[in-house]
């Protein structure tokens, strides 16, 4: 007597089961590319898939009314024996289903060729009227709370982030996202979510909770009268910035009240730098350095250390050294930075610390899905967001937690704000859903995920919006569809690179691999070049599809090329030859492909 399937039957997750069906109304998605036996080259793979990506385990076969399978339990076990029996497996027939077909097991490990033989075996049998594969199926509720229509930044289709697909594959558990702003002001759709933070504000005057830095980084309220913040300041009532920017990210959902939250099971832990006035760059390093992981001289070990840091905050001029330094530490001790880009309507270049370096600098679109008329711009953007614009009428900004009070708390409540640092939290919290779904992946890898799997922007944007519209569900899916073992391939062999010419290969030969190349696929590239903006570089699959890791570009005037891309290679079969192209486009200036290689 055969094993029950039901103990030996490999466990499907359900992030797996949800990733897959989730991303078959958004994105292509990649299927084993095994060699078929002729049989199976007949049968397409969505009728030997339980969900895209997933091989069947069972198949629902329905005969004419005139065959003995159609009515005999025992017919039908005595055709799948022998069906079985000439595909080379071992079927079992388990049930009849309620209108007469029959549910065939195919047990365990078998892979798309297996089961597209043992398809193809049914459909070439003149008395089978169909043979499907046992498909598998998810919840696709709408959260229950209660807000949720009015967040259209999360799910519509024109200019909403397509965060509802990407939910049943990850939710952000086991990621703690730090906001650096101005604190957290109690809120019962926020609290479960919420962590210890810190509150770095050194000035007493700015601080306004009557001292300076300690563990408690509730939001007192930042209101300050006319002239209190420079002369000609209009007075402005209490803020409650950061708690509006908390809820973005990891507001309870499915509680039955107010707003879901992107990464609603991350935790948020609030770091309160702004107060009264704005906030200093010393408190914001100490805060980045923290919040990382780094040690504050008088500041206890940080227990949460976060891998996501949101910044919703900037100031005029330069990115400083002091803090490039600190972002850098951050980045290297594995801790994204998104920030907002600005709300001048100007370049990004002039804005700190959205033109820093090692950060994802976030623009902000409208609900058509243009840049909002705010939003800063310019070549530093790396990625857009809804940011919400309210001139067009309120419902058109972004909801989140708040706080009625003017000046001090009062009673929680829900509001629509736009800006940059609206945008921000939405980047922040698809971040920790990368992070979530795949802890393996770097900073720069999950900046490559968002930016590669973006949209184009739905509306207008002049002066640069980055890569396009963040697209949640579709990126989520492509940091799940392959692994990454650290094996590598590489060359070494030395090739020039002509001036203005044609474009130039070299070859790296993969072998030992099985299955398909990993969605976060590492292309580590060293050239040696008097102007990169010349040059153009993609990587061509061993089946010839190419990926374009840099384009040419007039203003990029620095020497060389010395960086790893990161591709979602996980539709491309890992063994084979794969080619790094180069060609240089303009005159005037050489260079060599010194090496590159392939991290698997």
């Not at 909770?209 to 009532?237: F, I, Q």
Request: with cysteine; hydrophobic share 40%; aromatic share 4%.
């Amino acid at each position: 007597m055969r094993t029950s399937p039901s103990l030996r039957r490999k466990t499907l997750s359900v992030a797996a089961v949800s990733a897959a069906l989730f991303t078959a109304a958004g994105a292509t998605v990649a299927t084993a590319q095994e060699a078929a036996a002729p049989k199976a080259a007949a049968v397409p793979a969505a009728q030997t898939e339980a969900a895209p990506g997933i091989t069947a385990e069972r198949l629902i076969v329905g005969y004419k009314a005139g065959a003995s399978e159609a009515k005999s339990n025992k017919a039908a076990e005595a055709d799948a024996v022998a069906k079985g029996k000439e595909a080379g497996e071992d079927l079992d027939f388990q049930r009849r289903l309620g209108t007469g077909a029959a549910l065939v097991d195919l047990g365990s490990d078998l892979t798309r060729t297996d089961v597209a033989d043992v398809v193809a075996e049914y459909k070439a049998d003149p008395q089978v009227a169909y043979v499907v594969p046992d498909r598998l199926n998810t919840p696709q509720a709408d959260p229950n709370d209660t807000e949720y229509a009015k967040q259209w930044d999360l799910f519509e289709s024109t200019a909403g982030m397509n965060v509802p697909g990407a939910w049943n594959t990850t939710t952000g558990s086991g990621v703690t996202v730090a906001v650096i702003d101005t604190g957290y002001v109690a809120h019962s759709d926020l609290a479960a979510n919420i962590v210890a933070g810190y509150d770095f504000i050194s000035d007493t005057a700015v601080s306004v909770d009557g001292n300076g830095r300690d563990s408690n980084p509730a939001d007192p309220g930042d209101h300050y009268a006319a002239g209190e913040c420079g002369s000609g300041v209009p007075a402005s009532s209490s803020s409650w910035h950061g708690t509006h920017v908390a809820g973005t990210i990891a507001a309870v959902t499915n509680n039955s009240k107010g707003i879901a939250g992107i990464a609603y099971g991350a935790k948020i832990s609030p770091l309160r730098v702004l107060g009264k006035c704005g906030g200093y760059d010393s408190d914001i390093i100490d805060a980045i350095t923290w919040a990382s992981g780094g040690s504050v001289s008088g500041v206890p070990a940080n227990a949460n250390v976060a891998k996501v840091i949101n910044m919703s905050l900037g100031g005029d001029g330069a990115c400083t050294s002091a803090t490039q330094t600190a972002i850098n530490n951050a980045v290297n001790r594995g801790t994204v930075i998104a920030v907002a880009a600005g709300n001048d309507n100007d370049n990004v270049a002039n804005h700190s610390p959205g033109n820093c370096n090692n950060v994802i600098s976030v623009a902000a679109t409208n609900r058509t899905g243009a840049k909002a008329s705010y939003s800063n711009y310019g070549s530093l953007v790396d990625i857009s967001a809804p940011g919400g614009q309210t001139s067009t009428g309120t419902a058109n900004g972004i909801l989140s937690t708040l706080n009625s009070g003017a000046t001090t708390a009062s009673t929680e409540n829900y509001a629509y704000y736009q800006g940059t640092s609206m945008a921000t939290p939405h980047i922040a919290g698809l971040a920790a859903l990368l992070k979530s779904a795949n802890s393996s992946l770097t900073p720069a890898q999950i900046e490559t995920a968002i930016k590669n799997n973006a949209r184009a922007l739905p509306g207008a944007c002049s002066g640069g919006c980055g890569a396009g519209l963040a697209d949640a569900a579709k990126t989520v899916a492509a940091v799940s569809g392959g692994t990454t073992t650290g094996t590598t391939f590489s060359s070494t062999a030395a090739v020039a690179i002509p001036d203005n010419g044609s474009a130039i290969e070299s070859s790296i030969a993969v072998t030992g691999r099985s299955g398909n190349a990993p969605s976060a696929l590492q292309v580590a590239v060293d050239i040696t070049h008097t102007y990169r903006g010349d040059l153009v570089v993609s990587l061509v699959a061993p089946d010839g599809t190419v990926y374009t890791l840099k384009a040419a570009s007039s203003s990029d005037s620095a020497d060389n090329i010395n960086t790893t891309y990161t591709v979602n290679a996980s539709s491309e079969t890992a063994n084979g030859t794969w080619k790094l192209r180069v060609q240089d486009t303009a005159a005037q200036d050489t260079g060599t492909l010194n090496s590159w290689k392939l991290t698997f």
